[in-house]
């Protein structure tokens, strides 16, 4: 599986953004699905993830009721939408997914936990 995330952009604080996480592979609409963001000198952050089948999502702390993550397994394609962007909000975001089932919540939340990830695409938002 290959992922590639694109949206990626300068905003002003308040503003909005859609990543899009394009996948390749006849199985990824079987995986469940996550963002990540890293900024230099830091670890990498739980932004959001979904299941396979988009039935629930899962959101890290700071994005909740401002990001909504969705997916189209029709197109092998999952959405980052970003509302009320905040300059706390600026890193480069990963999309990431899993070769199988979580059988546990937790482990949407962590990066060791997936597979597959893609380049990253940078967020930059401006005060």
């Known amino acids: 599986v290959q992922l590639q995330a694109s949206g990626g952009g300068m905003v002003r604080a308040g503003g909005s953004l859609k990543l899009s996480c394009a996948a390749s592979g006849r199985a990824f609409n079987t995986y469940p699905v996550g963002w990540f963001r890293q900024t230099p000198g830091k670890e990498r952050e739980f932004v959001a993830a979904?299941?396979?089948?988009?039935?629930?999502?899962y959101y890290g702390d700071s994005v909740k009721g401002r990001f909504t993550i969705s997916r189209d397994n029709a197109t092998n394609t999952v959405y980052l939408q970003m509302n009320s962007l905040k300059p706390e909000d600026t890193a480069v975001y990963y999309c990431?997914?899993?070769?199988?089932?979580?059988?546990?919540?937790?482990?949407?939340?962590?990066?060791?936990?997936?597979?597959?990830w893609g380049q990253g695409t940078l967020v930059t938002v401006s005060s």
């Open positions: 979904i299941s396979w089948s988009g039935s629930m999502p």
């Open positions: 990431a997914a899993h070769k199988g089932p979580f059988y546990s919540s937790r482990d949407y939340y962590s990066s060791v936990a997936y597979d597959y």
